[in-house]
T-cell receptor
Framework: DTEVTQTPKHLVMGMTNKKSLKCEQH?????MYWYKQKAKKPPELMFV???????INESVPSRFSPECPNSSLLNLHLHALQPEDSALYLC?????????????FGQGTRLTVV | AQTVTQSQPEMSVQEAETVTLSCTYD???????LFWYKQPPSRQMILVIR??????QNATENRFSVNFQKAAKSFSLKISDSQLGDAAMYFC???????????FGKGTLLTVNP
């Protein structure tokens, strides 16, 4: 199993809503990542978890709150988002935080904030 | 800071022909890794090929090969016998230094014409 599974695939939410994005992998990877990707742009790193602990936060606004309940799951909790937060949110995992090992990406969640 | 530059926003190739995508990077590190990722319309980022900087031999994966010129800081991707399924956005990426972040180029949109 070399899959990273993200749910939901599409999400529309209002600016006052609270929602969560989920990511799951069963490859035994100990590093997991959240990226944000705007249309026709490269992915931008948001958060890195290593061994279930947050190791990198790329100065992401607090309306985005990551959580890593266990080594297989990664969540991104969303609250009071702005329309400019609309984007594709990609989850990735790798064997460990040393990125020379292959990073596997999910198909992403297409988020629209209205 | 490390930067990755892809100077070709768009490229096109005829089916069965060969195409080369360009990538240059800037770094002061001696130990690093370079990647080409493919992102088709399905949105999932897929690793195409990986190169370790300390290896002089160019990496090859079936129809995909790289021309790694370390002194020139160049890392181009050659796709031979292009197929319709190769149509996608291709991102060049760098990883190295103490934080092991993946730094992406802006991408090259490849169209394969039948």
């Amino acid at each position: 199993d070399t899959e990273v599974t993200q749910t939901p695939k599409h999400l529309v939410m209002g600016m006052t809503n609270k929602k969560s994005l989920k990511c799951e992998q069963h490859m035994g990877h100990r590093a997991m990542y959240w990226y944000k990707q705007k249309a026709k742009k490269p992915p931008e790193l948001m958060f890195v978890y290593s061994y279930e602990k947050l190791s990198i936060n790329e100065s992401v606004p607090s309306r985005f709150s990551p959580e890593c309940p266990n080594s297989s799951l990664l969540n991104l909790h969303l609250h009071a988002l702005q329309p400019e937060d609309s984007a594709l949110y990609l989850c990735a995992s790798s064997r460990d935080r040393v990125v020379n090992t292959e990073a596997f990406f999910g198909q992403g969640t297409r988020l629209t904030v209205v | 800071a490390q930067t990755v530059t892809q100077s070709q926003p768009e490229m096109s190739v005829q089916e069965a022909e060969t195409v080369t995508l360009s990538c240059t990077y800037d770094t002061s590190e001696s130990d690093y890794y370079l990647f080409w990722y493919k992102q088709p319309p399905s949105r999932q980022m897929i690793l195409v090929i990986r190169q370790e900087a300390y290896k002089q031999q160019n990496a090859t994966e079936n129809r995909f090969s790289v021309n790694f010129q370390k002194a020139a800081k160049s890392f181009s991707l050659k796709i031979s016998d292009s197929q319709l399924g190769d149509a996608a956005m291709y991102f060049c990426a760098y990883s190295g230094g103490s934080n092991y972040k993946l730094t992406f180029g802006k991408g090259t949109l490849l169209t394969v014409n039948p």
